[in-house]
């Protein structure tokens, strides 16, 4: 079973949980007039929390992201549990909480190749 130590490993994971993320808010909202449609969400941060408090190396399947339905919102008469509101400031965090991650991902290899260039 691989682990994983390096923060790399975990920004790449955090890039690939927003964008599964991304794609349930999508679909969130692609389906807000559906009768019956529950929204989607993704499991990432509490079972990255869970791994790091953990200690030492990291399972990746530990950290794996996973699509659930909440079913802590409240349901219209047409049995739909979309918000507008909700999704679209879910959109806001995910895109920012993306960013960062791209963000730190650069900047490490920045520091991976500035220390490559000063053999």
Known sequence: ???????????????????????????NLANLETPGYRRLDVTFEELLAKALDSGGKIDPEAIRPALYQPKNTPIRSNGNDVGLEAEMGALIKNSLRHTAYVRLLRKKFAQIEAAMSMR
Do not use: F, V, W, Y
């Not at 920004?11 to 808010?25: C, D, F, P, T, V």
């Open 1 to 27: 079973m691989p682990q994983i130590d390096s923060i790399t490993d975990l920004l790449q994971a955090g890039i690939a949980a927003e964008g599964l993320r991304q794609k349930s808010i999508a679909s």
